[in-house]
């Protein structure tokens, strides 16, 4: 085995897996502040930016050569009801507006969701303690649809109630908007690995926790229903979340579909690399590219990524 392995061209040759800077998504954070470029302690590199330095940052990434963004709204109030997440003047509409007025050939994606938008911090409506899966969305597709009308190129729901992406597909078909597609996070389970996210947009659940509506990370054939109903539903692309955890359940989704799959190297994920390397303990780039190589390897065709800048970088 180690002929083809005795130069850096015989490798190249038989190099199964490539990653390229085309296939990945920088996740933004945007504040409904002005002028704001505010570190987030536990994810070094990454700001939770204004509209303006928002701007400006997703220039840089195009630039870069990074295809696409996804856009994450911190508000500056929140209520019981959610009301930021699909209020036409919310911070993420208002955000989907300036970056793709600046940087039309930029795909700006949206994470459809109610839990950095309502003070009890869940995924969706709350009603007697517990979170009511219908009544939730009607909130989520009026929160897609919101995202649609501002511009939005992809709308990513990624609250876990049954139903939403049929919900979704229906209302923005109904409203005009039969070409803006859905990359459904349908396997996203309920894991440890979200714990910086939730310090950067402050959606730490007040009562109780996700798993009753994210899955058990136990299952992997569930995962597989998972995606097979949503893209029953209408979903254009299935996601798994976290990864590196998540591998095989990548490659299960992949052969058992042969839909588009997404992978979401998540903040955790992130914050750990980050943190081995700024003690040194590890190779940074090297472990890195080594994960988002490993993700693309069992099946993932775009990767959602903290790292995507910095890969643009490395692999350039
Ligand atoms: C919203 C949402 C979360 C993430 C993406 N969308 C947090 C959660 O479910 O608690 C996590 C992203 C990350 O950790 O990088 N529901």
Known sequence: MRRLRATTALRDLVRETELSVRHLVQPLFVVADEAVREPVESMPGINRLSINELVEEAGDLHAAGVPAVLLFGIPSAKDEVGSGAYDEEGVVQLAVRAVKESHPGLTVMTDVCLCEYTSHGHCG????????????????????????????DVVCPS??????????????????????????????????????????????????????????????????????????????????????????????????????????????????????????????????????????????????????????????
């Open 159 to 316: 609250d876990m109630m049954d139903g939403r992406v049929g919900m979704i597909r229906l209302q923005l078909d109904e409203e005009g908007h039969s070409s803006v597609p859905i990359i459904a996070y349908s396997a996203k389970y309920a894991s440890a690995f979200y714990g910086p996210f939730r310090e950067a947009v402050d959606s730490t659940p007040e009562f109780g926790d996700r798993r009753g509506y994210q899955m058990d990370p136990a299952n992997a054939a569930e995962a597989v229903r998972e995606a097979k109903l949503d893209l029953d539903e209408g979903a254009d692309v299935v996601m798994v979340k976290p990864a590196t955890p998540y591998l095989d359940v990548i490659r299960r989704i992949k052969d058992e579909t042969g839909a588009p799959v997404a992978a979401y190297q998540v903040s955790g994920e992130y914050s750990a690399l980050k943190a081995a390397a700024s003690n040194g303990w590890l190779d940074e780039r090297a472990a890195a590219l080594e994960t988002l190589t490993s993700i693309k390897r069992a099946g993932a065709d775009l990767i959602f990524t903290y790292y995507a800048k910095e890969a643009a970088e490395w692999l350039r």
């Open 125 to 152: 409506f709350v009603r007697d303690g517990e979170v009511d899966n219908d009544i939730s969305l009607e909130l989520l597709a009026k929160t897609a649809i919101s995202h649609a009308e501002a511009g939005a």
